[in-house]
């Protein structure tokens, strides 16, 4: 027996048979009739799509034409949830995709939101997960994000998100989102420990911000490629060597059995108060351990920084580093590690495709199961609980 009711099947027809919606706006669309060539206008007004057919005054829902609109919104959603397997895992249990059932959904402006239920915990979840009352499809936001990463500026990602998607944003939303979420999953990532190599390389590079410059630091882990830690500071002294040498012991979770860094003397001072075995200091191209794989780094790093032609001082740099730095690790297959990230080479294993979707999910994963704990602390207050957290 059909479940689909008629005007479901209509509305998918209409979207099939292509050329027959047009946009007008963000909250106006004109559908061509089946029978006639009329066009009805379906517009969003009073929180709810209305069309001007006969259909849908007669019976106040949704008519075939407000449907073909809702397909036609909801298509990156679905090619997302199709080709994302870790798109259904339950935000509060972490139940297997397996586990979750569809709810039905709701239609707002920006398409409809699927419901899941998580058949182990009983939690109830959207399709929009990590993506706070967004008013744009998450694919998109994903799309804009990668995009930026890949190099392309702010306007040249809202002229492509226009272009190809029909979606109207400014360049100043593409940027709110390439902060706001590299600054979710950035944070996320500072839980996930990489399983690194005993070999580190260390190296800075000054890079150009308004009138003055700064240095970038990088420490990379020869084995897996990832990089510990991509920090900007002003100046490039035993301080700094310190403070970044500190801060790639403590991305590790351990120190390195040999240092390899070029011939800055701030490193020397540093490596003595962490203590580490080995330190290799300015090698020749013929050493083995030359500094050579972190020079090729620093080229790509290059290409990035100088595609910006407006670094808001070393704060919003730095914010912009994080982003940088969490792209190279945990999204870009790196070509010497067969196409796998570094963070994959590091045992951080992701099924999805979209990588940053996955990400963003994850981090809400977390935040929404810290603050389940924090409740629990509160409630419980027992030391037992905070362990288990
Ligand atoms: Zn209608
Ligand atoms: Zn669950």
């Not at 580093?321 to 070509?335: K, S, V, W």
Request: proline share 3%; hydrophobic share 35%.
């Amino acid at each position: 027996m059909m479940t689909l009711s008629q005007c479901h099947i209509r509305g998918i027809r209409i979207l099939f048979r292509g050329g027959c919606i047009r946009k007008i706006s963000d909250s106006k669309y004109t559908v061509r009739s089946r029978a006639h060539s009329d066009w009805y206008a379906v517009r969003w007004r009073e929180k709810k799509w209305r069309c001007e057919c006969a259909d849908f005054r007669k019976n106040r829902g949704p008519c075939e034409h407000i449907y073909s609109v809702l397909y036609l919104l909801r298509l990156p959603t679905i090619l997302l949830l199709n080709t994302n397997y870790e798109a259904f895992i339950c935000p509060r249990c972490g139940a297997e995709p397996d586990m979750t059932t569809s709810k039905g959904g709701r239609d707002n402006k920006t398409g409809r939101v699927q419901i899941f239920k998580c058949k182990n915990c009983g939690h109830k979840f959207s399709s929009t997960l990590g993506f706070s009352k967004p008013r744009h499809d998450p694919l998109l936001i994903t799309a804009a994000i990668d995009l930026y990463m890949k190099n392309l500026s702010f306007r040249q990602v809202q002229q492509h998100l226009e272009m190809i998607y029909g979606c109207e944003v400014t360049p100043m939303t593409v940027h709110n989102w390439v902060k706001r979420y590299t600054k979710l999953v950035t944070n996320y990532a500072e839980n996930l420990r990489p399983n690194v190599g005993g070999e580190w390389h260390a190296d800075e590079m000054v890079v150009k911000i308004k009138q003055s410059h700064a240095y970038l630091w990088n420490v990379l882990d020869r084995k897996t490629r990832f990089l510990l830690v991509s920090t900007l500071t002003k100046g490039r002294g035993v301080k700094e060597a310190t403070r970044i040498l500190r801060e790639a012991v403590g991305s590790a979770g351990k120190k390195p059995g040999r240092l390899v860094t070029d011939a800055l003397k701030s490193y020397n001072k540093a490596v003595g108060s962490l203590k580490v075995r080995q330190h290799i200091s300015g090698p020749k191209f013929s050493n083995p351990s030359n500094n050579n794989l972190i020079e090729r780094l620093h080229g790509t790093l290059r290409t990035r920084y100088d595609g910006l032609r407006a670094l808001g001082g070393v704060r919003s740099g730095a914010t912009l580093a994080d982003g940088i730095l969490f792209n190279y690790n945990f999204i870009r297959p790196h070509l010497g590690l067969d196409g796998s990230t570094p963070a994959e080479a590091a045992g951080i294993r992701v099924k999805s495709r979209n990588k940053w979707h996955y990400f963003i999910t994850a981090a809400k994963r977390h935040k929404n199961r810290k603050a389940l704990c924090r409740q629990g602390n509160r409630r419980t207050n027992t030391s037992l609980h905070s362990q288990r957290c």
